[in-house]
């Protein structure tokens, strides 16, 4: 059992509490682009802004040796209720094995998404580097994001597909470092299967993600407050670039762990979206 205080989320950890284009020797030659009729905002033009569907795992299979994820369903309540404001259609799967995540997942990637301006996932587990673990052993992340691929989700192309992941990458720490801190209008298209997702992660490759268990996750924690104060007003990647600030300097691990007191995180997104985000118009 976990003490109350910070902790990680861990694959396992025991103790802790925690124009033109020159071509090489060449003449430069013309690059064609298509006209740029299109907006740059995705459109919010739709009966619904999106399903939310969020994967909650708290307990293990003693098989794993993982520990329960105490904190984890402050994350869960915190994260429907604030894209429930943002007018998502929210639902919560507890504690779901890796068969279970994956039939879930697949089920929401047949649904018909056309009503719909965006999809969100958010996932809540112990994990490592490119991997995601269910209650009863892990699979690779990109297995669940692929089959939101605009060839396998049609109703989905073109369409914004978020996912917030809350988990390790790995078993470093980050000690922190002292800084001086001053105060178509044209018809069909075609676009890349991978277009249009946002993968935000809780910490950057390789290193611990960091969870209380009582008030929840660093991450989460953050992720909720700025999209509950700026989710009406700004664009998505600004609001992420807020947590990421959020993150790395309001919270700090406190631990009776050798090695584990007075530790940092920070976040990480990587988009591949195309449009500016927003939850409003």
């Not at 994967?55 to 794993?64: E, V």
């Not at 890796?98 to 649904?111: E, G, M, N, S």
């Not at 994001?145 to 989700?153: A, D, K």
């Amino acid at each position: 059992m976990e003490r109350n205080g910070d902790c990680v989320d861990a694959l396992r950890h025991d103790t802790t509490d925690a124009g033109k284009v020159g071509a090489s020797g060449g003449e430069p030659v013309q690059v064609d682009a298509k006209p740029q009729n299109h907006g740059f905002r995705y459109s919010l033009n739709y009966p619904k802004i999106g399903y939310c569907v969020i994967i909650n795992n708290k307990n293990f299979d003693r098989k794993t040796g993982m520990n329960q994820r105490n904190g984890t369903d402050v994350d869960a309540g915190s994260v429907m209720n604030v894209f429930r404001k943002l007018g998502y259609v929210t639902k919560v799967y507890n504690d779901q094995t890796v068969a279970q995540i994956v039939q879930l997942l697949t089920a929401a990637a047949h649904d018909d998404h056309s009503r719909c301006a965006s999809f969100v996932c958010v996932m809540l587990s112990h994990g490592d580097e490119g991997v995601f673990f269910g209650t009863d052993g892990a699979i690779e992340l990109k297995t669940l994001t692929s089959l939101f691929r605009g060839n396998c989700c049609p109703s989905l192309v073109g369409k914004p597909k978020l996912f917030f992941i809350q988990a390790c990458r790995g078993t470093e720490l980050d000690p922190g470092v002292e800084a001086d801190h001053p105060d178509s209008p044209d018809g069909p298209v075609r676009i890349p299967v991978e277009a249009d997702f946002l993968y935000a992660y809780s910490t950057v490759p390789g290193y611990y993600s960091w969870r209380n268990t009582m008030t929840g996750s660093w991450f989460i924690q953050s992720l909720c407050e700025m999209l509950g104060n700026y989710g009406k007003d700004l664009e998505l990647l600004q609001i992420m670039t807020r947590v990421n600030h959020k993150v790395a300097l309001d919270f700090e691990s406190t631990s009776n762990q050798p090695g584990f007191d007075a530790k940092k995180q920070c976040p990480c997104f990587i988009s591949m979206l195309t449009k500016e985000m927003y939850f409003s118009a």
